[in-house]
């Protein structure tokens, strides 16, 4: 059996039905879904997406990627993307693994490499996105099979899994998306600057942050900050903490946590009709009558 073939019969197995699986390994998740979905907006956290089975399509700003089958996506960042799943059926169902992503792990790793194998970890500087697909290499494909069959063997987890996910780090960054993940890793790097201005946005989305602040955070002028952000995120600062704003508002409407005026205030707007309008944009429908359909759906955890 090939890798790809190993990891489709344990995931089937393991995925009994449509959603997010975690599996005993740490930061591993195996997703299944059994139809194709409509576009559905969510916040990639750094991940290793590695497509098992059937096609998805994600966009980022007004890039589009193609996972399939044997090809990796990498989000070196926090990224607001619209993911669309184009083909799945009960009885051949969507299949992706899912690997979490610690840019701890990363620098640890780069550092080693550096110290015993003579790889530098600085790479040269680029304008590239922060999510990025590509054919995964058959050595990365061996890796992540082992990874999963040790889903069945819980008790060598502890020891092997660690090993594992390092070779399979060390894979990743042997690839075209290894050059954003040392980016963003190695600390003082364009991408690393954005990534840490990324995570004031999500730590202060309802406080409106200003512009300048932002390009502060990541060391940058005004214009420079914007320019870098836009080729990391393919979105403006402003559309980033749109975007952010309103999957929090929605997530706050399907846990009942409020009425649509009362969230959009929570969230740092100011007029609900503004938000009201917004909402609607992104989501196809005004924000009670979506969270309506997301409860009766029961499609509240956004498949990966």
Avoid: W
């Avoid at 009994?16 to 409509?38: E, F, I, M």
């Avoid at 550096?114 to 061996?142: F, H, I, Q, Y």
């Avoid at 997530?251 to 009201?276: C, D, I, M």
């Amino acid at each position: 059996m090939t890798p790809l073939d190993r990891m489709r019969a344990i995931a089937r197995d393991f995925c009994s039905d449509p959603g997010r699986h975690p599996t005993p390994v740490p930061r591993l998740t195996l997703v299944r879904a059994d139809g194709p979905s409509l576009p559905t907006p969510s916040i990639y956290e750094p991940l290793l997406c590695l497509g098992l089975r059937q096609r998805k399509e994600v966009s980022l700003g007004d890039r589009v990627f193609h996972l399939a089958p044997g090809r990796m996506l990498v989000a070196s960042m926090d990224l607001p993307v619209t993911s669309t799943i184009l083909d799945a059926s009960p009885r051949d169902p969507y299949l992706t693994l899912v690997l979490t992503l610690d840019p701890g792990v990363i620098s640890n790793l780069l550092l080693e490499m550096e110290d015993k194998v003579g790889v530098a970890p600085t790479p040269s500087e680029g304008r590239e996105p922060g999510l990025t697909v590509c054919d995964a290499p058959e050595p990365l494909l061996d890796a992540c099979a082992r990874l999963v069959e040790l889903t069945s063997r819980p008790s060598e987890i502890p020891l092997l899994a660690p090993l594992v996910e390092r070779e399979i780090l060390y894979r990743v960054l042997g690839t075209v998306q290894g050059g954003a993940l040392r980016r963003v890793a190695l600390g003082d790097t364009h991408l690393a600057r954005i990534s840490r201005a990324i995570d004031r946005i999500r730590k202060t989305y309802a406080e409106t942050p200003r512009m300048d602040d932002l390009a502060l955070v990541a060391g940058m002028s005004p214009s420079s900050f914007h320019r870098h952000f836009k080729a990391a995120t393919a979105l403006s600062p402003l559309a980033f903490l749109k975007r952010i704003r309103l999957q929090e508002a929605r997530r706050l409407l399907v846990s009942g946590k409020g009425t649509a005026a009362n969230v959009a205030y929570a969230v740092g707007y100011e007029s609900p009709s503004q938000f009201s309008r917004e909402y609607a944009r992104l989501f196809g429908a005004p924000p009670s009558r979506d969270a309506a359909r997301q409860r009766a759906s029961g499609d509240v955890e956004t498949v990966v």
